[in-house]
């Protein structure tokens, strides 16, 4: 029997197995201004849906406890993952010391004018800003891009071209999904709304901190899926 090589055994992994959205998924080669966006949640979803890290497979995470859903798609940054660096940029721009990485991959809300009937999807996006979130003690930045030659959206560069209402409908949304009607303290709090260079240092620390956390994989799957 003739030998298996490498490149053999990943061309039958690639053919046998999905890939895991989190790892097995490059950024893309145009990183961070155009990257590729997995996609958890619908406007429409009553549930909240999440990347279960493991298996890599899209799970009912609870539901939605209160009235409150997302007004835009919203999903994770594939290849990122938030740690040092990422929250150092956070506690740079807060001047808040004791802030840490949530170590969970980057968070990205795509705004489109299309349809889009379901979840589990990738889509390649430009992000245009941000709201630099803080989740206890942890930065947890929400990316704000549009779909990557979106008939209405696609000419924004910046998250300044937005209509005020559709930041205000995300920033209540996360300001208010983990709160119940009558607390006094709030879970989460937006220190600032960014724009666009500042969204692609979050991502390119994103996949700094992402590479030093889980070594050279990241190169490994490319040229396995290549």
């Avoid at 539901?63 to 919203?74: A, D, G, I, M, T």
């Amino acid at each position: 029997m003739t030998p298996m090589h490498l490149s053999d055994n990943a061309s039958m992994l690639t053919k046998a197995f999905r890939a895991h959205p989190w790892h097995g998924i490059p950024i893309g080669p145009k990183s961070p201004d155009i990257i590729n966006a997995y996609i958890e949640i619908l406007p429409t979803d009553t549930v909240k849906y999440e990347l279960d890290k493991v298996t890599g497979l899209l799970n009912i995470d609870r539901p939605q406890r209160f009235s409150s859903v997302c007004p835009e798609l919203y999903g994770l940054v594939p290849q990122t993952y938030c740690g040092e660096r990422v929250a150092e940029y956070c506690r740079e721009k807060t001047g808040r010391n004791t802030i840490q990485g949530d170590a969970d991959p980057l968070d990205i809300c795509v705004l489109t004018e299309k349809h889009i009937a379901h979840t589990d999807i990738f889509m390649r996006v430009k992000p245009i800003g941000g709201l630099r979130m803080i989740d206890g003690n942890e930065a947890d930045d929400k990316i704000v891009a549009i779909l990557d030659d979106d008939p209405s959206y696609g000419y924004w560069t910046d998250i300044s071209q937005c209509p005020g209402m559709v930041v205000e409908r995300l920033r209540h949304y996360f300001l208010t999904y983990k709160q119940s009607p009558d607390a006094v303290r709030r879970v989460c709090e937006i220190t600032h709304v960014y724009g666009a260079e500042e969204a692609k240092e979050v991502v390119r620390r994103s996949q700094e901190d992402y590479h030093e956390h889980y070594g050279d994989i990241a190169e490994v799957l490319q040229r396995m899926y290549a």
